[in-house]
């Protein structure tokens, strides 16, 4: 059987894994990031971004293929909302959650009539078949693209999973949603072998996927230091420390021994989803951490001499002028070596989803036009933060960046662009979602 396997732009590891497993069942798959010209008899697309449902190339791929017979199927993250992806992509179906335990019955029945995890439409009706429960995640090796190594994802080829699940409960988060808040890892041998896989195929670079790669093998209510510090050793030991990374981490999540074997074993940054230095609207947010304890935790990682990136959320429903002077202050308080801004970004199935579509419009800065310094710029309140805060965080870095017209341009232009495409996600959530 012909299957291919297409995440849109780049080659994610999901897309891969799925490509491996159906390759180990018999499949003769190929695995694409743009989108082929002729379509195989099954088409599986890995779809990450909710953009993906407002993209006329992938609507328009899809209605290609299945107006000449083939059979398309969706998953990824964008199956936290299998409604709005059946109305506005419509696929044969779409696979919910974890997608290995449903791809191969997929494959072998023709139908996902009664296949647990699926979502399709029959006489004008959705129906949903409740994904199987999470599983251990014993399987065959991904499928590995040829040209893995010119893909570049943050500076890293490929971001390897380790571990799902997220103790955190971030109200704009998928990952706890998505994977569960309880941690399943993956045997060391298994990564490694994955690691040797990926670097025999030209990947120069890579890192440990999103989330908190400190909760390895996190067991009993318990850090394991010992497994995560054996991981990266390991890892350093096939790739080199200088082309490994492990920046995602959580600040309620490190140790003196982790900060540590990052600094040894890695390129040595972290990079800590910081949000906001308003108590108030962390504690909206469910981010389970006060300022004060990120403040200790980048403190601690310049003890251990680590480099430290932040993100930070603008536009969050709630967040009130007085709760964005607080962010701007904690980073002028607490330089940072890199800093990335973004707009709240209400994606399906969060906490966040629910609390926009409460949120009148005229209250949400989303939405309400900024009346102050920016004005005459024409942004709404959240695209004025994002454009002032990267703008303000630049200023701040630990090597502040010198603010030619370029890079106005560029803040500017990313914060409108930013808060058109959230808008338009706001858009359909109303139209699926919206009681
Ligand atoms: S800690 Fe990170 S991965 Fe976990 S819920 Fe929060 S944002 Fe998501």
Redesign the pocket.
Known sequence: MQVQVISPGIYTYGAMVIGGLLRSAGASVTLHRRFPVEPSPIVFLSLYSTQHLLDPAIREFIARARTAGNTCYIGGPVSAAPEMVLGELVPDAVVIGEGEPVVIPLLSRGSPDGIPGTAYTRNGEIIINPPVPPQTLDRPLPLIPDDIGTQDVRGANVYIETHRG?????S?????RFFGRTIRSREIDDILAEVRAFRDKGARRVSIS???GSLYQYRDGKLNPGAFIALLSGMAEIMGSRNVSAP?I?VDCISDEILDAIRKYTIGWVFF?IESGSDRILNQMG?GVTSSQVADAIESCRQHHLAVAGSFIVGYPTEEPDDYEQTKTFIADHPLDDIFVSIAEPLPSTPLASLALRTPREANPLFVPHTGEYRPLNLTEAEARFFDLSLHGAMCRTRPLLLAGQAYDTFLEEGRKQGREIRLVYGILEKYYRK
């Open positions: 997220c103790l955190g409960a971030c704009f988060c998928q990952v706890p999103g989330g908190t995602d959580r989803g981010k």
